[in-house]
């Protein structure tokens, strides 16, 4: 286990983009869970779905789908606290290529991001409801709207502006192709609209913010435009 006195300055101190900070949040008597993960330097979310579970090898291989999907430039290092679902760790780093860093136990300040990005999503996914009943699809919606949210801390900036820069190289120079599903969850395409009015309002339509009228996803914008 690396502890995260180990990481890298440029990591604490945000001026390099590819660490993230990750958890999950849980459902009802932690029978079911969404990973959450948190670009320290953008503060871009991606959302981990884990239809088998929470175990470590559960855990474990859903992380290294969604890292996998990344461009080696993003994948600098994950910070996660000392849960049980991340002790395959070490299995991790070595199939990612990424050092894989640990807070110390009960300090959840030391993954700031991340504690508060949880806040957001109880928005979406309520406290005492069934994590998974929710689909990859629905998981990318949540996250596509919250990266195209204007941030105060960014100046305003979007964490999808900020991050897809850094989505067309492999940290290398060479071109990469991020996987469809993940550039659409980074931000490449718009929020989901809701035919449902607005409680009290006379709207025909809004932005949806609740999984439960996601509905199908639209296809992602094709990069250039």
Request: charged share 20%; proline share 8%.
């Given at each position: 286990?690396?502890?995260?006195?180990?990481?890298?300055?440029?990591?604490?101190?945000?001026?390099?983009?590819?660490?993230?900070?990750?958890?999950?949040?849980?459902?009802?008597?932690?029978?079911?869970?969404?990973?959450?993960?948190?670009?320290?330097?953008?503060?871009?979310?991606?959302?981990?779905?884990?239809?088998?579970?929470?175990?470590?090898?559960?855990?474990?291989?859903?992380?290294?789908?969604?890292?996998?999907?990344?461009?080696?430039?993003?994948?600098?290092?994950?910070?996660?606290?000392?849960?049980?679902?991340?002790?395959?760790?070490?299995?991790?780093?070595?199939?990612?290529?990424?050092?894989v860093f640990s807070c110390q136990p009960h300090s959840?300040?030391?993954?700031?991001?991340?504690?508060?990005?949880?806040?957001?999503?109880?928005?979406?996914?309520?406290?005492?409801?069934?994590?998974?009943?929710?689909?990859?699809?629905?998981?990318?919606a949540v996250a596509t709207e919250l990266n195209n949210?204007?941030?105060?801390?960014?100046?305003?900036?979007?964490?999808?502006?900020?991050?897809?820069?850094?989505?067309?190289?492999?940290?290398?120079?060479?071109?990469?192709?991020?996987?469809?599903?993940?550039?659409?969850?980074?931000?490449?395409?718009?929020?989901?609209?809701?035919?449902?009015?607005?409680?009290?309002?006379r709207r025909r339509s809004r932005t949806c913010q609740?999984?439960?009228?996601?509905?199908?996803?639209?296809?992602?914008?094709?990069?250039?435009?």
């Amino acid at each position: 286990m690396t502890m995260i006195d180990q990481r890298p300055a440029a990591a604490g101190d945000r001026v390099e983009v590819g660490h993230w900070e990750g958890d999950l949040i849980m459902g009802p008597v932690n029978g079911s869970a969404i990973g959450a993960l948190v670009e320290r330097a953008t503060r871009t979310v991606m959302l981990v779905h884990l239809p088998h579970g929470r175990t470590a090898a559960a855990c474990r291989d859903a992380l290294v789908d969604v890292f996998s999907d990344l461009p080696a430039g993003l994948r600098c290092s994950p910070t996660w606290d000392q849960g049980k679902e991340l002790s395959a760790h070490a299995e991790l780093a070595h199939t990612v290529g990424m050092p894989v860093f640990s807070c110390q136990p009960h300090s959840p300040w030391q993954r700031g991001s991340n504690e508060k990005m949880n806040g957001l999503l109880r928005d979406y996914f309520p406290q005492g409801t069934d994590l998974a009943v929710h689909t990859a699809e629905q998981l990318a919606a949540v996250a596509t709207e919250l990266n195209n949210r204007p941030r105060k801390t960014l100046n305003w900036a979007t964490p999808a502006a900020l991050i897809a820069p850094h989505l067309t190289g492999d940290g290398a120079g060479r071109p990469r192709t991020v996987a469809p599903a993940r550039a659409a969850a980074l931000g490449r395409q718009p929020a989901v609209r809701c035919r449902r009015p607005a409680r009290g309002s006379r709207r025909r339509s809004r932005t949806c913010q609740h999984p439960r009228h996601l509905g199908d996803v639209p296809a992602p914008h094709d990069a250039d435009r």
